[in-house]
């Protein structure tokens, strides 16, 4: 699995190019082998130095028999190709189909964005999003809620914060100039953003609707407060030169690539099967939730001990969320971990299936990637069936996973004991760059039920979770993130310092020059600021051989997007370590 992230350019390159070659080619033998048995049957007029494709013949030599044979399987498996890449193009013109858009409150959606445009900002302290005395006493370490001070302070252009927020949010815009953003190009974004519309046909809508009931004010109010952030007013009227330059997700096409179904489907299958296979026969068992058609799968073991204790001497059930790729084959490591390992066999582990971005192109759920009321839903029928209402549970998620792992946050406060999360995801714009993330533009976004999701299906105010809604955000033993420093689907250091205002620390000290290094590509869609000093949690002896993290922040400066995963990397077992109870363990010729 490490070849993977250690894989010259030239290698990425040419294995991407023989995959679209694999399925040309099996293009090639089916054509050819159509048009030699039209000749065969006079169907076609072939001159008699046509080369005829190997066919068996009571008279073949061993060798022609064989050479028969071979082409024989060749054209099955071509033609198997074939039919499934007309397949594969049918579906990817299914899902250019724009979503229904769900209705929601156009206040909550104000609120998602007055608190995104507050993060980095220092809170207010009669700001209604601070924490009340009462949820102070009922979890100190919940994290600190964004600032709306900015509403009646402007800040001024000139401020570095503001000036920071106008380079970045200009990615909407593909990265142009922030003067070249006028008011409608922006209102045309929020419609898109968060409505899922156009802006004219916003307008259309409005005329139908009392002036109480329409939307524009709505926006129009966004703007402002866009305004009052970024420290200047935006010029009225309309650019028409970022007419095609405005990134709209749901209107943008579905990028999906061609992928052979014997060479990754097929392989991908296999492997995943070979690992479900060792989770039942390690007594694990697969299950669906039975709330509503297509409900949540998911692999369960709880042990006969844990039954025969007495409820408030269980320890917490542990759920596993994987993210996005080939479902668990990136995960064999620590699935291991959690079906042999004597902590893993103390509790019940769950472990969640999602065919949507795990390329199981077949599963009925391909294209029906559950919303947050729905795996909310399956996942409160799986506490009641298993009795996890009364010990609570523990949740470990990686990338896509940590999406879920914040909905079961917002539905169960009160259930989750702890939280680890591994490389958390937020959407952008990213420009591939580096081998790294051409292959995983290949394999994982362009893969077609991922594309389908994250273009389709992906809805962000849904997925954001706010430092003050997490229980123990700031306190290590409960709440711990992992940042891949090259990690190109997010930017890892300005995460870092969203997790830093929001209230978290730091496990070890991070050098500037490594947590503020530019990762290569663009920002993600919360942004956050980078003019916080940096923490300097105190560390554990430096004459021992391993050192213990005082904060929640674990930094990766030279890991990509899933690499602390790979068998025998050190932060893995660090992560181990911390399920484990005995907090953040570092060797100290590491970070």
Same mark, same amino acid.
């Given at each position: 699995m490490s070849l993977i992230f250690n894989a010259p350019a030239f290698a990425v390159d040419v294995g991407i190019k023989l995959v679209y070659g694999f399925i040309g080619g099996c293009w090639l033998v089916v054509i050819y082998r159509m048009v030699s048995l039209g000749g065969q049957l006079a169907i076609l007029p072939l001159p008699s130095s046509f080369p005829r494709y190997?066919?068996?013949?009571?008279?073949?030599?061993?060798t022609e028999y064989w050479l028969s044979l071979g082409g024989e399987i060749l054209f099955a498996i071509s033609l198997l190709e074939v039919i499934f890449s007309i397949y594969c193009l049918y579906l990817i013109r299914c899902a250019q189909a724009l979503p229904h858009s769900t209705p929601r409150s156009l206040e909550l959606l104000k609120d998602l964005i007055i608190h995104a445009l507050g993060s980095g900002l220092e809170s207010d302290p009669s700001s209604p999003y601070r924490r009340t005395t009462d949820e102070k006493e009922h979890d100190p370490d919940l994290g600190i809620a964004p600032s709306t001070e900015f509403l009646t302070k402007p800040l001024p252009f000139d401020h570095p914060k503001a000036k920071d927020f106008r380079e970045n949010h200009s990615i909407w815009f593909q990265?142009?100039?922030?003067?070249?953003?006028?008011?409608?190009?922006?209102?045309?974004?929020?419609?898109?953003?968060?409505?899922?519309?156009?802006?004219?046909?916003?307008?259309?809508?409005?005329?139908?609707?009392?002036?109480?009931d329409a939307t524009l004010p709505h926006l129009d109010e966004l703007v402002v407060a866009y305004e009052k952030r970024v420290g200047v007013r935006l010029p009225d009227g309309y650019n028409e030169y970022l007419s095609d330059k405005t990134i709209r997700l749901f209107k943008d096409p579905v990028r999906a690539s061609l992928r052979p179904l014997t060479l990754s489907y097929g392989l991908t299958w296999t492997a995943n099967e070979i690992i479900r296979q060792i989770l039942r026969y390690k007594g694990f068992e697969l299950k669906c939730c039975s709330n509503r058609k297509n409900g949540l799968k998911y692999f369960v073991r709880v042990p006969d001990s844990w039954k025969k204790l007495p409820a408030d001497q269980r320890p917490p059930a542990l759920l596993f969320i994987h993210g996005i790729g080939t479902g668990f084959l990136l995960y064999n490591s620590l699935i291991k971990y959690l079906a042999f390992s004597a902590w893993g066999n103390e509790r019940p582990v769950m472990i969640f299936v999602q065919p949507?971005?795990?390329?199981?192109?077949?599963?009925?759920?391909?294209f029906l990637p559950p919303n947050e009321t729905q795996l909310t839903g399956d996942v409160n029928e799986v506490f009641e069936d298993l009795g996890f209402h009364e010990t609570g549970v523990e949740l470990l998620a990686h990338s896509n996973g940590t999406v879920v792992s914040g909905w079961i946050i917002k539905a169960f406060p009160k259930l989750v004991k702890r939280c680890c999360l591994l490389d958390p995801i937020c959407f952008g714009k990213v420009t591939c760059a580096t081998r790294l993330e051409k292959l995983l533009r290949f394999g994982m976004a362009e893969e077609l039920g991922t594309a389908f999701y994250t273009r389709r299906r992906f809805n962000w105010a849904d997925a954001? %979770?706010? $430092?003050?809604?997490?229980?123990?955000f700031r306190d290590p033993k409960r709440f711990i993130v992992l940042l891949s420093g090259k990690d190109a689907i997010i930017n890892a250091s300005r995460i870092r310092r969203y997790l830093l205002d929001g209230g978290m620390t730091d496990a070890f000290p991070i050098p500037p020059d490594t947590s503020n290094s530019s990762q290569g590509h663009d920002e993600p869609l919360i942004q956050v600021e980078i003019d916080r000093p940096d923490s300097r949690p105190v560390t554990g002896n430096a004459s021992t051989s391993e050192r213990i993290g005082s904060?929640?922040?674990?930094?990766?400066?030279?890991?990509?997007?899933?690499?602390? %995963?790979? $068998?025998?990397?050190?932060?893995l077992k660090a992560i181990i370590g911390w399920l484990e109870g005995d907090g953040i363990r570092m060797k100290n010729d590491l970070q």
């Open positions: 190997p066919a068996f013949s009571s008279t073949s030599t061993t990265n142009c100039r922030w003067e070249d953003i006028y008011r409608e190009n922006h209102l045309e974004w929020l419609c898109a953003a968060l409505l899922n519309k156009s802006l004219e046909k916003v307008k259309e809508e409005d005329k139908l609707k009392s002036k109480e949507h971005i795990s390329m199981e192109i077949f599963s009925p759920a391909y954001v %979770l706010w $430092p003050h809604q997490v229980p123990g904060g929640g922040i674990l930094f990766d400066s030279g890991a990509a997007h899933g690499q602390a %995963l790979v $068998p025998g990397h050190p932060y």
